[in-house]
């Protein structure tokens, strides 16, 4: 199940690009909904003991992948923390954010057991590079689902 922030405890992390508020408009909203959607579905009927958002932006995705983990990080090259912290709160949720780079992720190899990226690697120059550094960081049997236009 999609659980989204309200629309007035979010903050888009940079209201010039990021989408944020498509995602509760009426008609559009629906295909942006939608691929989240798959992205749950894509991660199947199963706890995972860590979870990682890479490029988590406006945290907009944060509270349903809470719903499938017992501990949620987020990543993202915008230090935007604080904003993004608040509208969790609001949401009862509660996740490890830092800030940093896809392409260099500061975690050791193996440690999570899914790894979920939505709209990051279409702005890459090499995202064959930010693949590779997400299945590092992935442990045996784990899982990574990449959305992408």
């Known amino acids: 199940m999609l659980r989204l922030p309200k629309r007035n405890d979010i903050t888009p992390a940079d209201p010039r690009e990021e989408?944020?508020?498509?995602?509760?408009?009426?008609?559009?909203?629906?295909?942006?909904?939608?691929r989240l959607r798959m992205v749950v579905e894509a991660l199947g009927n199963r706890r995972y003991a860590r979870l990682l958002e890479v490029a988590y932006g406006s945290g907009i995705f944060l509270p349903t992948l809470h719903g499938l983990c017992d501990e949620l990080h987020g990543l993202d090259l915008l230090d935007r923390q604080e904003v993004v912290q608040e509208t969790?709160?609001?949401?009862?949720?509660?996740?490890?954010?830092?800030?940093?780079?896809?392409?260099?992720?500061?975690?050791p190899n193996e440690h999570f057991d899914a790894v979920v990226?939505?709209?990051?690697?279409?702005?890459?120059?090499?995202?064959?590079?930010?693949?590779?550094?997400?299945?590092?960081?992935t442990n045996p049997g784990g899982i990574v689902v990449l959305g992408f236009p």
Do not use: C
Not at 19 to 30: A, D, E, K, L, Q
Not at 117 to 137: F, G, K, Q, T, Y
């Open 117 to 137: 990226n939505v709209s990051m690697l279409e702005h890459l120059h090499d995202p064959a590079a930010a693949i590779r550094e997400m299945l590092r960081v």
């Open 88 to 107: 969790l709160r609001k949401a009862g949720v509660s996740a490890h954010l830092q800030v940093g780079d896809a392409l260099a992720m500061p975690y």
């Open 19 to 34: 989408p944020t508020r498509y995602y509760y408009w009426p008609m559009v909203g629906w295909f942006y909904r939608k």
